[in-house]
């Protein structure tokens, strides 16, 4: 999201508020660090594909609240947090399209949840990657540990 005072694309979500007929965004430029804001209409929202077929739309509470969840009692600020969603946001709003499988989402988030911290990483993966035993987590450890070698 374009800053209308300097132009940089760099912002920060500082507030998300429904209104009647869209959502509107309170953000902060990390630049010049002044505030705008947003507004998106609701024929503009993007339906998420779930596994089992239903769509359901984007939902920028829930993403920010399973980053939560993974970064319990970790040492992450709520900035790197929401850096996260914004940045995962951006990312397929910039893709144009009406509907998104839900993968796309999970595997965008799993990739900076493995650069942010390496448990709220492995976290995320017994969910998301449904891996079912310790097996299959000793696999995934070991794939993170080769990464981070
Ligand atoms: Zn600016």
């Known amino acids: 999201m374009q800053c209308p005072y300097c132009g940089r694309a760099e912002s920060r979500v500082v507030d998300t508020r429904a209104t009647g007929d869209g959502i509107r965004r ?9 505030r ?11 339906l998420i594909v779930k ?8 939902d920028r509470h829930k993403l920010l609240q399973s980053i939560r969840l993974a970064c319990a009692k970790r040492p992450i600020a709520m900035a790197d947090i ?7 946001e951006e990312h397929i709003f ?3 399209k ?8 999970g595997q965008q988030l799993l990739e900076k949840l ?7 990483y492995i976290r995320f993966a017994i969910v998301y990657l449904e891996l079912e035993d310790v097996e ?6 070991d794939r993170l540990m080769t990464d981070r070698r």
């Open 82 to 88: 929401e850096r996260i969603v914004d940045q995962i």
């Open 51 to 58: 596994r089992d077929g239903r769509r359901e739309p984007f």
């Open 94 to 96: 910039s893709l144009g």
């Open 26 to 34: 309170r953000r902060e430029c990390q630049t010049c660090r002044k």
């Open 114 to 120: 493995k650069a942010l911290d390496p448990l709220a």
């Open 136 to 141: 299959a987590l000793r696999r995934e450890l």
């Open 98 to 105: 009406a509907e998104l499988r839900s993968e796309v989402i």
């Open 36 to 46: 705008f804001t947003t507004s998106e209409q609701i024929s503009e929202a993007l």
